[in-house]
């Protein structure tokens, strides 16, 4: 049996080296590659259209932390990505991932499935990211203005037992982390919702972090939500083993063995410095 064709879609800003090194870890005849780089980079990528079956798409965006921005840079590559080749897959990596399995391992597992894989946790905590206005593409949360941002959130949070900010969404609120790996039909079900559903689409421009709930929202309140299964196949240590350590974790050589019993294709955060013995033992995986 041929193997299935899959695209693997990248946002990276910065990095080139490692996001080369991540595609050269996953080239195969039938994977596909396509690239965003934030439009305000202003690093070279250039030596990645050099590598079989890579793209850097040509429709950038102007990326900001907690953004609809990065929303509107997942939908540019899904889109671009489509138009090129029938990919029966389509999986969201970052600039800062790594594949930690082996090609053979991928693609048995997706030859065997025709399910979607799509972290969904528990929402409730966070509803209220819905029912506030926030303005992440406006100014940049972590500049100098980080503050005045997060204490707007605040107040709006402390008005919502008594007054309603924002009209509420029919929908059910979903939330998880947004990176994917979506079968064809989810790919497809998104797409066609966001041009018949501008209105939906609309609300979520001043949402905060709306690239945690869009997509959740959408696949989970749709004939397609017993087709999700929630867990995206990534290894994401939200766990903190020194105080006030940054999360998710940058992941290190210690992180090995956890990862490779998750059985997880794909693990994140990486560092190029601090997780750089990590890299070398999972490219030694890869050689057997």
Known sequence: MDSKIHAFLILAHNNPAHVARLVKSLVSPN??????????????????????????????ISCNWGGFSLVKAT????????????????????????FCSTNEKFDDFFNNTTKSYLDIADGTPFEWRLKIY???DIIN???????????????????????????????KFYYGSQ????????????????????????????????DESFFHMIL???????????????????????PKEPLPRTLKIEDYDDIIQSKCFFCRKISVTQSAELLDKLDELRKG
């Open 220 to 242: 989970m309140n749709s004939p397609l939500a017993s087709q999700i299964m929630p867990h995206n196949l990534r290894f994401i240590d939200w766990t903190r083993k020194v």
């Open 31 to 60: 994977h596909y590659f396509f690239v965003h780089i934030d439009k305000k980079s202003k690093e070279d990528f250039s030596s990645l259209e050099s590598i079989p079956n890579c793209t850097l798409i040509k429709k950038r």
């Open 141 to 171: 949360r972590r500049g100098k203005w980080k503050n005045i941002l997060w204490h707007t959130d605040d107040i709006q949070k402390k008005l919502l037992p008594y007054i309603t900010i924002r009209k509420p969404l029919k929908e």
């Open 134 to 136: 926030t303005f992440n």
């Open 75 to 98: 939908l540019n590559l899904l889109k671009e990505a489509d138009a090129f080749k029938h990919f029966a897959y389509f999986h969201l990596l970052s600039g800062a991932d790594y």
């Open 179 to 210: 990176w994917f790996s979506l079968s064809q039909e989810a790919v497809h079900y998104l797409l066609d919702f966001c041009k018949t559903h501008r209105s939906f689409v609309r609300r979520f421009y001043l949402t905060f972090v709306p």
